[in-house]
Antibody, heavy 116, light 108 residues
Framework: QVKLVESGGGVVQPGRSLRLSCATS????????MHWVRQAPGKGLEWVAS????????YYADSVKGRFTISRDNSRKTMYLQTNSPRVEDTAVYYC?????????WGQGTLVTVSS | EIVLTQSPGTLSLSPGERATLSCRAS???????LAWYQHKPGQAPWLLMF???SRATGIPDRFSGSGSGTDFTLTISRLEPADFAVYYC?????????FGPGTKVDIK
């Protein structure tokens, strides 16, 4: 069955980098676009970034553009989110989602806390 | 960026009642690329509807979606205990995906 497992979350100081990973199984990873969605404590869902099936196109929310980088390794069936210069307001549960538009499978999320 | 507005913010209903949730977009959504998700605390969101009115795999027919352009509706015909949750609409007609703020359906 389809599985998406996020890792790499934790406590990070403002301005320090953190890389999130999403390991996948149960489907042809290289055929699907993927994206990241986050939920800050007590808030709603916020789309973060998307990447096409072959990595050729990437899109970012204005709130993270220039600071976060989405990437993928199709040979490892894994997607990544490099969070550079994180801010306190980036504190959230980060979900890995299959699909560029419709998110038909979601991981359980990894918590990132940005705090000094 | 397409801004989505959901109403009401909270809907208090009893099991067996009908729930009607609204999602309005600040501009036309291309091809009616509008999805609905159910989200419960501590769980991953769950896709209910896509393309405004198509049910995702395994979603019971008490859930239905309608609308086009800028106005969309999710209807739950008879609420069951498992349906009390937060519901989000999402547009994916633009490369800049956006979510609405959510409607919480709680038990009256």
């Amino acid at each position: 069955q389809v599985k998406l497992v996020e890792s790499g979350g934790g406590v990070v100081q403002p301005g320090r980098s953190l890389r999130l990973s999403c390991a996948t199984s149960g489907f042809s990873f290289s055929s699907y676009g993927m994206h990241w969605v986050r939920q800050a404590p007590g808030k709603g869902l916020e789309w973060v970034a998307s990447i096409w099936f072959d990595g050729s196109r990437k899109y970012y929310a204005d709130s993270v553009k220039g600071r976060f980088t989405i990437s993928r390794d199709n040979s490892r069936k894994t997607m990544y989110l490099q969070t550079n210069s994180p801010r306190v307001e980036d504190t959230a549960v980060y979900y890995c989602v299959r699909g560029v538009g419709i998110g038909d499978y979601w991981g359980q999320g990894t918590l990132v806390t940005v705090s000094s | 960026e397409i801004v989505l507005t959901q109403s009401p913010g909270t809907l208090s209903l009893s099991p067996g009642e009908r729930a009607t949730l609204s999602c309005r977009a600040s501009q036309n959504i291309t091809n009616d690329f509008l999805a609905w998700y159910q989200h419960k605390p501590g769980q991953a969101p769950w896709l209910l509807m896509f393309g405004a009115s198509s049910r995702a795999t395994g979603i019971p027919d008490r859930f239905s979606g309608s609308g086009s352009g800028t106005d969309f509706t999710l209807t739950i015909s008879r609420l069951e205990p498992a349906d009390f949750a937060v519901y989000y609409c999402q547009q994916y007609g633009s490369s800049q995906i956006t979510f609405g703020p959510g409607t919480k359906v709680d038990i009256k």
